[in-house]
Each structure stands twice: as C-alpha cells, then as structure tokens.
C-alpha cells in the first residue's frame, strides 16, 4: 500500500489530456489506465485515471481486498456486475465497487468506451512494473494480482 505523506508535503499536479502521470503505460488485455494522480501525489489517498476499453473487453470477475474501485462513465457503455446486479452504465452513469464485493464489466459494443476510475486508497498504480502487461503469461499476472489483493472469482461478462 502507499504510504502516507503529511498534508504540507502534496503539491498541485496537472497532467495534461494525452498524457500519463504514472512511471509506466497500463494496458491490460484490450484496456489502458492512463494514471492521471498517483499515491505519490495525493498521500496514498486515492489514485484517479482514465479507463479506455476497447470493444469486447473487460476483466474477469474479481474482488479487491485493498482498495474501493468508482467509475464514473465518459463515452459508450460498459455492461458491470457489482454484488448481485447487472445493467449497463451509460455516460454519466456513476459506479461504486466497494472492496470485498464481486465485480466486473465488460464492453460489448463495437467503440471504445471511457470512464474516469479512482482507487482508493492508492497502491496498484504505482507497483505494477512492467510498461505493457499484455505480455505477460497468466500465471504471472496471477502472482501480481494476488500481491495487491486481486482475487479472481470466474470469467469475464458474456452476452
């Protein structure tokens, strides 16, 4: 997790819109979290950024045991399971996952969809080294999601 800094210690941070505030580009299995504020600069509070998925993709069921996870829906659609209910969420559509509940969402439109996401508290953001986890074997991201408390419960959404 990240570690607390003191109030005084935060200064202003200002990314730009085609930018990447993180040391390092995530992407994911057809989707990409440009880091618009990290741990580092919010206190660990929380870390914010901007999820575009790209058609038919989306993440298998999981929990996260660290943090909470908020969407807050930009452009197309995103069908989500949290807990025990689905719907699609539109543009302007705001969605709580608290820690500890089941969730997922898929894109099953032809268009990229975008969202704002924040976790908090900060930590995954941050720790995940490689620059393309795309690469990765699933075993392997297996082991990095179980070290920040990403427990995968089944597959993605299908129709």
């Avoid at 941070?13 to 580092?40: M, Y």
């Avoid at 829906?73 to 069908?79: D, Y």
């Avoid at 990229?112 to 976790?119: K, R, S, T």
Wanted: net charge negative; aromatic share 6%; proline share 8%.
């Amino acid at each position: 997790m990240a570690r607390a800094i003191e109030p005084e210690a935060l200064q202003p941070v200002v990314v730009c819109p085609n930018e990447d505030h993180a040391t390092h580009s995530i992407h994911l299995q057809g989707r990409q979290f440009a880091v618009k504020a990290t741990g580092r600069d919010t206190g660990g509070s929380f870390a914010a950024g901007l999820l575009r998925a790209e058609p038919m993709s989306g993440p298998p069921l999981h929990l996260r045991t660290h943090e909470d996870e908020w969407f807050y829906i930009l452009k197309g659609q995103l069908a989500f399971e949290v807990g025990d209910r689905c719907f699609i969420a539109v543009p302007g559509t705001s969605v709580f996952a608290p820690r500890e509940v089941p969730h997922t969402w898929q894109n099953f439109t032809g268009e990229v969809a975008e969202a704002l996401a924040v976790l908090t508290p900060a930590d995954i953001e941050e720790d995940f080294p490689e620059a393309v986890i795309e690469t990765l074997e699933s075993v392997v991201l297996e082991i990095l999601m179980t070290r920040h408390g990403i427990i995968t419960l089944g597959p993605p959404l299908s129709r």
